[in-house]
């Protein structure tokens, strides 16, 4: 039987092996690029949208320091192992000279750690973990998204100025949710040493018990409440809590809900009057954003969401880096990405030697209804370095070696 | 006192869209036996059709006609699929048909994302449903009143169905005694096919209905199937009123438990499941199972060990896969190491299902406890990788001790279950217990000692511990302790008759297959650097039996080969396709189809066939 499957093991072993890719070609440099593209695909199908625009603006200039710059994808089905198993096959296989992407936390987790082991440089994209920059940061991982912690701290300077005095919170039950939660309570309660939290409730992820939750929400009777779901859970309780009454003569405070991958397919039903963080791409008027519309409408024949900007920035910012460095050395890209000033769709932003997080901020408004659809009002965009960390809080956190 | 009323209404608004979607799972599962792995897709395809209907009908008078064309549209796919899929393997090995529903869900996923797109759609709320009545001062939706009203009318519907027609007559004939019913001239196929295109049509109302609730997603379909078949089992096999019950029970404590523990909804059908099974073992409104009649007339082929042209050429092919180092590069040595680690893997789920007959639901939870004891011990202890994977295999030991104690007191689907519950508590455990377990965040940086790390040492190192572990379990196979496991799998009655103790010996099974996952989950969790509460997910269960299922159960140690080649397939196809469970799903129904004895099942038949042809030629 054994020899069977090693007849087969190794015959599948050989097919893989004769469609790896060709040895790397000097001309070009390669980046391998990770993400959720069949778990979370209303993010990443925008968001793959946005870097390929990005590649094709950066080789139609002539490349890096005169090289084609080429993206390798894979997919990782939305789990980490899977994602270090693509991650292995990028660099041992596929020669890339740097990492890049990934959506969820873990992934994020697990792909910065093999980046730290290999010594390979890794642009992480989209995971909102602390942890990745802060207690579980290492040398070769830089972020791009402002984390869990810089957008509750957006969000509860405003919370502050209500009146509210009564806080509850409904938050998906995972270290996301936990965070995010965790980092507002504090923040808010700290400028207003008055208010109460009378309620909390942890729906599972992408499996809430809509009404349920909202009555019992509704039972601690709050002036004000901070939600962390989004996506479908979002869409289950902003149905069940209109109806019931939940949000009625209540402040809300949503993180992400304002991005046009959750807030979109709300259509005529968004609540109106939310503070949320997310992308109002039509009433962003930052200049640089004007030209990445313009193109990207030009391209797509659609509007770019979130995911858009992040994929799209996060290859400029790779191409800015690769650009700086002159090589393609994991420690010459550390050392050239330490600082860096990059131009994206919301304006220059840094990325820190100390703590290797972008500066790239968020928008924060209001949800409000226009022709049927959701959209943000009274927008102000929040540079990401005023809610970064402090240097000494950084130092505290992050192991240093 | 009006919170609790309008709290115990809300409850049983979603206990009533838990049972229209379970209780189709109830009847296919009644009737076929067959554990529709593919009812949460039927169900996320009532939602999508039901979507575009809706939208091409108009939201206002096309509503309500386009919930009911969604449910029989989907019923005319499901019963398709019943007629060229699973009406070809009936006959196969128990189980057998879960790999089938399994690939169709693969398929399903993808197709509904290249025909749907990936945004979320919210269809428009029902017409005359779309607000709230007063209910005792609180403003309650008129909908979830609508779906209290729907549940029971269903399930009367269905009683009457079964209990007032000859039709169901015959299938409730069925469900008790196949061969008596063909026996008695009736025409199984079609009633198999009704029941089944009944089910389905049940999961598509099901997710149709859920429009005005939520937005169709595609995460649906995995958000449903396993709370709808807990509650079924809850409920007890075949029975439909047990389903109602249990989804009322379920829905209840839900909606009652999140105001005293807010983060109870993450474990609590399971909890349920454990409790209800461990107190009554054919769930609440269920029966024994009747003894199944498979032994009379199916030929039992009899297992050998290897004779030495076996034992050399299985020598050779170590040796063999001992040389790959040295001619491949470190992404396939990579790649061949996780192969060795899932052969290993399935081998030890392998002995226990086609070697006890006890398939287990939730045999990642032994090999998650192997990668969280190994990385635990590691990081959190400071112990070395040699330890930390001894330490791995003593934790999933003893989870297989203690879960594995409860479990044998079951039989057939409900042990399975039991088994399912306890990986989904292990799980929850993993996902909550941050300070030890680093919740979904996981552990991280647990890389292999210095004299291992490099990606062939480490391969050696599985291949030595996989090959000689797989080889154990052969021998353990063809042991007196093995031939007792077999014993019991063929006939308990007559087993224990000759003075076989049938908890101890399956007790004993399910440690042993339980060690023997946790090795591979401890070398799993060095070869990825990090462990994560995935290592216990119930994907990674059904992983497991498909590479089992997709070997053959018939055979010794087909579960080998069917890791190597569904997991190598999935790395290749993940790799190199955009729509990887489209071309996976594709593939093994191709498998299904064409081996429904399991690949190894397959070559086995051919052999013996040749073999026996060529002594039936010699002989005079």
Known sequence: MRTFSTVISSVFLAVLFATAGPAVADDTIKIGEINSYSAIPSFTEPYRKGWQLALDEINAAGGVDGKKLEVISKDDGGKPADAVTAANELVASDGVQMLAGTFFSNIGLAVSDYAKQKKIFFLAAEPLTDAITLSKGNRYTFRLRPGTYEQAAMLADEAAKLPAKKWATIAPNYEYGQSAVAAFKKLLSAKRPDIQWVGEQWPPQGKIDAGAVAEAIAKTEPDAIFNVTFGGDLVKLVREGETRGLFKDRAVVSVLAGEPEYLDPLKDETPVGWIVTGYPWNAVTIPDHAAFLKAYQAKYNDYPRLGSVVGYAMLKSAAAILAKAKSTDSEKLVEAAEGIRVDTPFGPITFRAIDHQSTLGAFVGKTALKDGKGVMVDVTYHDGAAYLPSDADVKAQRPQN | MSFYFVQFVTGLASASSLFLVASGLSIIFGVTRVVNFAHGAFYMLGAYIGYTLIDRLGAGVGFWPAIGLSAFAVAAIGTLIEMLLLRRIYDAPELFQLLATFAVALVVEDLALLIWGPSDLLGPRAPGFKGAIDLLGQPFPTYDLLLIALAPLVLALIWLIFRRTTWGVLVRA???????????????????????????????????????????????????????????????LGSVPGTFLAAIIVSELNAFGILVFPKISIVLVFLVMAIVLIVRPWGLLGRAEAAARTASGAIISRWRPFGAPGRIAAALAVAFAALLPIAAGNYFVGVATEVLIFMLYAASLHFLLAGGGLA????????????????????????????????GIVLGLVGALVFGWFCVRLSGVYFAMLTL?????????????????GGDNGIIGVWPSAWAASPARFYWLTLALSAGSIALLRAITFSPFGYALRALRDSTLRAETIGIERRRVQWMGFVIAGGFAALAGALYAFLKGSVFPDNISISLSIDGLVMVLLGGVGTVSGGVVGAAIYRSLSIWVISHTDYSRLVLGALIIVLVVMFPKGLVGAFEAWRSARTGARLQGQSP
């Open chain 2, 174 to 236: 069925a469900t008790q005694d196949r061969e008596m019913v063909a026996a008695l001239g009736v025409n199984q196929k079609w009633l198999f096919t009704s029941v089944f295109a009944l089910g389905v049509f049940l999961a598509g109302l099901g997710g149709a209905l859920e429009l005005p609730r939520q937005a169709a997603n595609h995460t649906m379909d995995l958000q449903v199937i396993t709370e709808a078949l807990v509650v079924v089992v809850i409920g007890g």
């Open chain 2, 421 to 437: 519950a306890f990986a989904q508590i292990a799980w929850s455990i993993a996902y909550q217990w941050t300070d030890v377990t």
């Open chain 2, 360 to 391: 287990s639901f939730g045999h990642a939870a032994y090999f998650g406890l192997g990668s969280y004891g190994a990385a635990i011990a590691l990081k959190s202890f400071g112990l070395g990788m040699e330890t930390a994977i001894v330490a």
